[in-house]
């Protein structure tokens, strides 16, 4: 199997010791590509190194994270901007707006949305989003600025089935993790609406670690617990779910 994890955090100090083992053991998994999403200035040169130390392998996203808007996220977005400019980058992400941490910033967090909107159709490029406690608000800024203008994936995708239908109707992937191994969680129904066609798998690693690893550090070999799951819930091989997955990346990544 041929896998990509469209969402993972490997250039983070908690891979600082064993990243070269974390990435081979990917790769001897099937992960071909990881898809990096920056975080915030603090991010972009961990990120870049990961590159540059397995390219081709490890590929870099641009963004500001919506919990790192704050009192100066405009400072913030010309980081961004320029960092677009002057390097190759294969996503605007993540971005987003999250009302589960702090609500402090909700306005500067839609601000800093809709430039990255801005950006990934200046770019033509797919834009990771982060919902946490904001689904509707975001598809509601989406509607305002035209979802036909923009593509790209609802990130460790939080709503149900009814949510998954509105925002496949958009256009728009749905990032299938760990959570879907979680007991009583609403991924599966999600993944079941949206269908294989519009499903990319992702860990957000080292975050959400699906079963049996829960708690602990996720890493993208782990994706083959998601396919599990998945090949479960949907009634398809996992070879048939990694074959559409890993087509839906390369086609919403243009790889």
Not at 33 to 49: C, E, F, G, R, V
Not at 127 to 140: G, P, T
Not at 175 to 194: D, L, M, P, S
């Amino acid at each position: 199997m041929e896998l990509i994890d469209t969402h993972n955090h490997i250039y983070l100090p908690e891979f600082d010791e064993d990243r070269n083992e974390v990435i081979q053991k990917s790769l001897a998994a099937g992960v071909l590509k990881i898809m990096m999403p920056n975080i915030d200035s603090s991010s972009i040169a961990p990120m870049l190194d990961c590159e540059k130390q397995f390219p081709g392998i490890c590929l870099p996203m641009m963004a500001l994270h919506p919990t790192s808007v704050k009192e100066n996220f405009r400072a913030e977005l010309d980081v961004v901007e320029k960092a677009l400019k002057e390097h190759k980058y294969y996503g605007i992400g993540e971005t987003g707006i999250d009302l589960y941490w702090d609500k402090t910033f909700l306005n500067e967090q839609v601000i800093s949305f809709r430039r990255h909107l801005e950006l990934a159709e200046e770019y033509g490029l797919p834009v990771v989003i982060h919902a946490r406690e904001s689904l509707d608000l975001i598809i509601n800024e989406l509607y305002d600025f035209g979802p036909e203008r923009v593509k790209g994936v609802f990130h460790a995708f939080p709503g149900n089935a009814a949510d998954a239908q509105r925002v496949t109707g958009m256009g728009f992937m749905i990032g299938i993790g760990g959570v879907v191994t979680f007991k009583n969680g609403r991924q599966a129904e999600a993944a079941i609406e949206a269908g294989v066609g519009n499903i990319v798998l992702e860990t957000d690693a080292p975050y959400l670690a699906p079963v049996p690893h829960r708690g602990k550090r996720n890493e993208a070999s782990f994706l083959t617990y998601v396919i599990d799951r998945l090949s479960t819930i949907l009634s398809l091989s996992p070879e048939a779910i990694a074959r559409r997955t890993t087509e839906n990346a390369r086609r919403l990544f243009n790889l």
